[in-house]
């Protein structure tokens, strides 16, 4: 493993590094040589739901929360960082690579609209996204004319959820395959 490249995972609410977008990102980072330093939040609240000031408390409780353990990484000794989020974890993760400096690639799985609200500063060609236009938490239609406005690469996924997935099993693990796919082909064209 290339000690140069670190890949840092953002959870969500309720959705861990042990779910399918965040654990198979993981393992396909690293094939790529990439350590992965996998997050979790102590004080987080359990639920948030689509509930402003919950979600402004656990943007705030989760930053605190990993700014130790990033800290602590020294981010800036290695030549690439990618920072992979689902839904919450996007918020915190483009907040700490803008407020602290660091060129972040991003991979942001299902966003929520505030994610946008700290791409300002980016390279666009260095984010990615994913949403399901079925999506509970997310307005997908906001979600979908921020990420054009702003010229982020937004995949959407019909009838899928915030876990980007549907009814059928069959069709959720094709799903999960596409996003990965093309989780790994923008990997691959990493400078």
Not at 157 to 179: T, W
């Amino acid at each position: 493993m290339n000690s140069k490249y670190i890949a840092v995972l953002f959870p969500g609410v309720g959705y861990t590094t042990h779910k399918p977008l965040l654990y198979y990102s993981a393992k396909l980072i690293q094939t790529y040589d990439y350590k992965p330093c996998y997050l979790s939040y102590e004080n987080m609240p359990k639920y948030v739901g689509s509930d402003k000031e919950l979600m402004k408390e656990a943007v705030k409780s989760g930053y605190e929360d990993i700014e130790k353990t990033l800290a602590a990484l020294n981010l800036g000794e290695y030549e690439r960082v990618v920072f992979i989020g689902k839904s919450i974890g996007t918020i915190i993760a483009a907040k700490y690579a803008e407020e602290h400096n660091i060129d972040a690639v991003q991979i942001w799985y299902t966003p929520l609209i505030d994610t946008f609200s700290y791409a300002d500063t980016a390279d666009k060609d260095r984010i990615i996204a994913f949403i399901g236009d079925k999506d509970q938490w997310s307005d997908a239609d906001m979600i979908k004319k921020t990420a054009d406005e702003k010229g982020i690469k937004l995949y959407s996924y019909p009838d899928c959820n915030h876990s980007l997935e549907g009814a059928d099993v069959f069709n959720n693990m094709d799903i999960l395959k596409d996003v990965m796919s093309r989780t790994d082909e923008f990997i691959k064209g990493l400078k």
